[in-house]
C-alpha cells in the first residue's frame, strides 16, 4: 500500500499488525514513515519516539525522527543531538552525515554544514539528495561556483527532478557566457573517469 501510495489503508493495516505485536520495531518504524510523507509529523514523531523509547541505540531511528524535524525546521536543537548520536553510533552512514548537516544549515550555521554535506557527499557521491543539500548550503554561502557543481551533479544524478533545472539556471543567468563555459569546463574536467 505504501508503494502504491495508498498511506490511509497502509496506515491502517500497520496499526492493525501493532495490535497484535506493539513491539513490533519494524511495522512501527514503517508507521512513522507512512505518516511522514503524509506530512503526519506528530504521529510520525510519536511512532519513532516509542521505538527509541525500547531502542535508545536505534540509529536509524534517531536519524529519521532528526531528520523529519530539521526537514521542516522543529525542534531544531533536539534534532541535531538525535542526528548526533546516530553519526555517533554510524559516523561512516552518509545519510546520517547528511543529516547533520541538513539540521547545521537549518539553523543557519553554514560553514559547519558546508563542511559535513561534503563530507556525506564524500561517503555517498551517487546521493542526488546529499548534493541539493551541499548546493543550498554552498549558495547560501555565497559560494555560488560550489553551489552550481552541487546542483549539476544533482541533477546528473537525478535528471527527472525539474527543480534541479531551475535552480541551475537561476545561477547561470548572472553569468556571462565566457564564465559559463569555463564552469562547464571546469566540471567536465573534475568529472572525467569517475562517470561510467
Known amino acids: 500500500y505504501d508503494d502504491l501510495k495508498e498511506h490511509d489503508k497502509a496506515v491502517r493495516l500497520m496499526l492493525e499488525v501493532l ?27 510519536l511512532q519513532f519516539r ?4 525500547r531502542h535508545p541505540n536505534d540509529a536509524s531511528a534517531l536519524n529519521f525522527l ?3 524535524l530539521a526537514d521542516r525546521g522543529l525542534k531544531l536543537g533536539e534534532a ?3 542526528i548526533l548520536k546516530a553519526v555517533e553510533l554510524n559516523g561512516k552512514n552518509g545519510a546520517y552525515v547528511d543529516s547533520l548537516g541538513w539540521v547545521y544549515f537549518k539553523q543557519g550555521k553554514i560553514a559547519e ?11 555517498l557521491p551517487e546521493d542526488e ?23 549539476k551533479r544533482a541533477q546528473l544524478l537525478a535528471p527527472e527532478k525539474k527543480d534541479m533545472a531551475n535552480k541551475l ?6 553569468l556571462s557566457v565566457e564564465q559559463l563555459g569555463a564552469r562547464y569546463q571546469n566540471f567536465i574536467s573534475k568529472m572525467r573517469g569517475s562517470w561510467s
Open 169 to 174: 539556471a537561476q545561477l547561470e543567468r548572472a
Open 50 to 53: 516509542e521505538i527509541l523509547a
Open 80 to 82: 541535531e543531538a538525535l
Open 113 to 123: 554544514a558546508v563542511k559535513t554535506l561534503e563530507e556525506a557527499a564524500g561517503l
Open 129 to 151: 539528495a546529499i548534493w541539493s543539500h551541499l548546493a543550498e548550503a554552498r549558495q547560501k554561502g555565497g559560494d555560488s561556483d560550489g553551489a552550481w557543481e552541487g546542483y
Open 66 to 68: 532528526g531528520y523529519s
Open 19 to 45: 495490535k497484535i505485536r506493539p513491539e513490533h520495531r519494524d511495522a512501527r518504524f514503517q508507521l512513522g514513515a507512512i505518516y511522514e510523507k503524509k506530512g503526519d509529523i506528530a504521529n510520525a514523531e
